[in-house]
C-alpha cells in the first residue's frame, strides 16, 4: 500500500528537479520572460524617447483623452495648430541589455479623428511583483481651445493654460491645475491636488483627494466643491455664484477672500479658519474636534457648532448660533446681531449691537460678560446659581428688585424694554457693560 504512494512522490519530486534545470539552462540563455519574469529584481533602468505631431482644425476646440496606466501627464495649451506629442518611455530590468530590449518594446497608442486626439498606455499582463513597473510619460502640447479628459493610475498629472472644460481622475500620484477658463472635476485616490487661476463661469469646480490636501485660489464657478478624507482644506479668492462645500475628515479647513451663496464647512478632527468672506446665505460649519473662528465674515444667518473648541466670531452680522460643548465663545464688533450661543463649559464674552430678538447665552460652567450700546432696549432675565450679576446699564427689575445681585436671578427691562434677551449660567458671573 505504502509502494505506489512512494513512487508517486518520487515522480513529482522528479519533476520539481526538472523543472528547476530548465529555467536554470532558460534564464543562463538570458531567454524567456523576458518582459514577465517573475524572479527577476528589475531595477536597472533604460529610457527612450519619442514624438508625434498631429494636425488639428485651429478654428474648432481640440477634444483630448488620456488614458495612462503609469507615468506623468503634462498638457500644456499654447498658440500652436498641431497637437504635440512628446512620449518618454522608461523600463525596469535586471540587467542594462534587457532594459533596453524592453524599452522597445513598450507600447502606447496614439489616434485620431478630426479634432479628437486619443492617447492610451496600458500596462501588459505581468507576473513580475517588483515594484519597479514601466512607464510612459506623456507631454502634450495642444492649442488653447481644449478640452481634457485624464485617467491616471500612477503618476502626476498637470493641466496649464488652456480653454476648456478639465476631468482628471487619478489613483496615485499629485494634480495640478493652473490657468484654466472651464468647468473642472478632479478626483484624486492619494496625492494632493492643488488648482489655481480657475475660471469655470456657469460651470462647477469639484475637488476631491482620498488621501491628500486640497488647494483652490484664485477661481471662480458656480458651485464649489472641496473634499478629503484626510487632509487639509485650503480657499484663498475664490468666489462662487452658488454654493461652496468642504468637508475633510481630517484636517483644517480655510477659506480667506471669497464670496458665494451659501457657505457649508464639515470636519472630523479640524481647525476651521474663515476672513473676509461674503455670503448672501447661510453660512454652516461643524466641526467635531477643533476650533472655529471668523474674522470680517458676513453672511444673512450663521451655525456654527464644535464639540470640542472653542469659537470665534469678529464682525457678525445677522442670525448668529454658536453651540460648542468644549469651549469658549467670543463675538465681537457684532452688528445688529440675532443671538443664540450655548456652551457646556466656557465663558461668553459679547460686544456690539443687538437685531431683533430673542437673544439666548447659555453657558453651564463660565462667565457671561456683555458690552451692549448704552441705548438698547431690551426686557432682560439675568440668571446665575453660583455667581453674581452686575450691569452698568440700569435695569427696572420686576423680581429680585435690584441691578446688582449675589446669585440667583433679575429680571427687568432696559431703557423701557424691547427684545428679550436672556443670559443663564450654572456657575459663574453675569455682566453687563455700557459701551458708548
Known amino acids: 500500500m505504502k509502494r505506489p504512494i512512494v513512487i508517486s512522490l518520487l515522480g513529482i519530486a522528479l519533476a520539481f528537479v526538472c523543472l528547476g534545470l530548465g529555467a536554470v539552462i532558460i534564464f543562463g540563455l538570458d531567454v524567456g520572460f523576458p518582459a514577465n519574469d517573475p524572479f527577476n529584481v528589475r531595477n536597472i533602468s533604460s529610457e527612450l524617447e519619442e514624438s508625434k505631431t498631429l494636425k488639428v482644425d485651429v478654428d474648432e476646440p481640440v477634444s483630448l483623452r488620456i488614458d495612462n496606466a503609469a507615468g506623468e501627464v503634462s498638457i500644456t495649451g499654447a498658440e500652436v495648430e498641431t497637437v504635440q506629442v512628446r512620449v518618454v518611455k522608461t523600463a525596469y530590468e535586471s540587467t542594462q541589455e534587457r532594459a533596453d530590449r524592453e524599452v522597445e518594446s513598450i507600447k502606447y497608442t496614439i489616434e485620431q479623428t478630426g479634432n479628437t486626439v486619443t492617447i ?162 447661510e453660512i454652516k460649519v461643524q466641526d467635531d474636534f477643533g476650533e472655529i473662528e471668523l474674522n470680517q465674515v458676513s453672511a444673512s444667518s450663521y451655525d456654527l457648532h464644535t464639540n470640542s473648541g472653542s469659537i470665534a466670531a469678529d464682525g457678525a452680522k445677522g442670525k448668529l448660533k454658536a453651540y460648542t460643548d468644549f469651549g469658549s465663545i467670543n463675538v465681537t464688533n457684532a452688528e445688529s446681531v440675532t443671538l443664540d450661543l450655548k456652551t457646556s463649559s466656557g465663558s461668553v464674552e459679547f460686544s456690539g449691537s443687538l437685531g431683533a430678538g430673542p437673544h439666548l447665552v447659555d453657558t453651564d460652567f463660565g462667565e457671561i460678560v456683555l458690552t451692549l450700546p448704552a441705548d438698547s432696549k431690551l426686557d432682560v432675565d439675568l440668571s446665575t446659581d453660583f455667581g453674581t450679576i452686575k450691569s452698568d446699564l440700569p435695569i427696572t427689575v420686576t423680581l429680585n428688585g435690584s441691578s446688582n445681585s449675589d446669585g440667583d436671578q433679575i429680571v427687568g427691562s432696559i431703557n423701557g424694554g424691547g427684545d428679550q434677551f436672556t443670559a443663564q449660567t450654572s456657575s459663574g458671573s453675569v455682566t453687563i457693560h455700557a459701551n458708548q
Open 120 to 281: 492610451k498606455y496600458e500596462l501588459p499582463k505581468s507576473m513580475n511583483l517588483n515594484n519597479k513597473i514601466n512607464t510612459v510619460d506623456f507631454f502634450v502640447t495642444v492649442p488653447t481651445t481644449t478640452t481634457a479628459s485624464i485617467d491616471g493610475s500612477f503618476g502626476d498629472i498637470s493641466v496649464t493654460d488652456i480653454s476648456g472644460n478639465v476631468d482628471i481622475a487619478n489613483d496615485f500620484g499629485a494634480v495640478t491645475v493652473e490657468n484654466v477658463e472651464g468647468a473642472l472635476s478632479v478626483s484624486n485616490d492619494s496625492g494632493e491636488v492643488n488648482a489655481q487661476s480657475i475660471k469655470a463661469g456657469n460651470g462647477e469646480i469639484d475637488l476631491n483627494s482620498e488621501f491628500g490636501s486640497i488647494t483652490l485660489q484664485n477661481a471662480n464657478g458656480k458651485d464649489v466643491t472641496l473634499t478629503s478624507n484626510s487632509g487639509r482644506i485650503i480657499l484663498d479668492d475664490v468666489r462662487a455664484t452658488g454654493d461652496v462645500t468642504t468637508n475633510t475628515d481630517f484636517g483644517d479647513t480655510t477659506f480667506e477672500n471669497g464670496s458665494g451663496d451659501s457657505l457649508s464647512i464639515e470636519t472630523n478632527s479640524g481647525r476651521v479658519f474663515l476672513a473676509k468672506i461674503r455670503i448672501s446665505g
